[in-house]
């Protein structure tokens, strides 16, 4: 028996050995791959889409935009650490928010969408409570039909900035996955630190205060990623099959295993993860 039949066959009895295990485990559709964390959390990250960004939610496997950011290609992620103005109290409607916002915006430049238990308008970032006091007062002259709010630092929250300018704020706790705004299962990926990623980046923070990254996406985009590095795609279509059942199973066997990080449904990053992540050529 030749070297590729017999690791066909010692694949094929390690899927089977554990097939029973998930005989009545729903498989995820969506997973977590911990890129950063713990004792690599980081301090600021750097992310860039060809196509600009994207900010929303996943329900099960169907995305839900909350915030359009196409105009930016790059952008940098860190704690908010200053104090902010905004305009009126939160809008649960984003159709309302989106005719606020541009009607607001006109009126000046320095504006900014933020989500939190709903959609808010931000303006400016200041480094002290009597800078933010002082710019209130002046901003109440620009705006004088609208409700004005002073918002201090929050542990909770993570700002991108655009060469230097606050574009967006969020609580953490809202969970948002941002990602390339073109992405459709496809190519347009969003890239961390200058390395590529499928689908999404979330990001929340540690006991620390530093950022955890993290990738979120389908179970399908993970096995796009992983299978090329496993084995080539030259092997019978059957190896690769098994090869397939093997990783979705070594991922659902891995989640949880980070809860005292705070992070569920969470996979250890590998090294070639990132390299793999790329490939969809099965």
Known sequence: ???????????????????????DTEVPERIRVG????A????????????GFSAGQYTGDQYTELV????????TVIKDNAYHLQINAA??????????????????????????????????SYNSLNDAADALSALQNTYPDNELYLIEPSSN???????????FMSSMKDQLII?????????ELVRLNGKPYRDGLMFSYNSSGLFNVINSLSMQGYLYGVLPKEMSKDWPIEALKAQAIAARNYAMLSMHKHQNNGLIYVLKYIVRFTEAIVTKDL
């Open 179 to 187: 990602k390339d705004i073109s992405y459709d299962g496809s190519d």
């Open 35 to 38: 890129i950063f964390y713990d």
């Open 40 to 51: 690599a959390a980081m301090e600021q990250v750097q992310i860039q889409a060809d196509h």
């Open 157 to 167: 929250n993570m700002v991108l900035k655009s060469q230097g300018k606050c574009v």
């Open 1 to 23: 028996m030749n070297l590729k039949k017999t690791c066909t066959l010692s694949l094929m009895i390690l899927i089977f050995s554990v097939l029973s295990v998930f005989a």
């Open 91 to 124: 809008y649960g409607d984003k159709v309302a928010f989106d005719s606020a916002y541009e009607s607001l915006s006109q009126i000046h430049s320095e504006l900014f969408a933020g989500f939190e238990n709903g959609w808010r308008i931000y303006f400016g």
């Open 68 to 75: 359009n950011l196409s105009a930016y290609r790059d952008l």
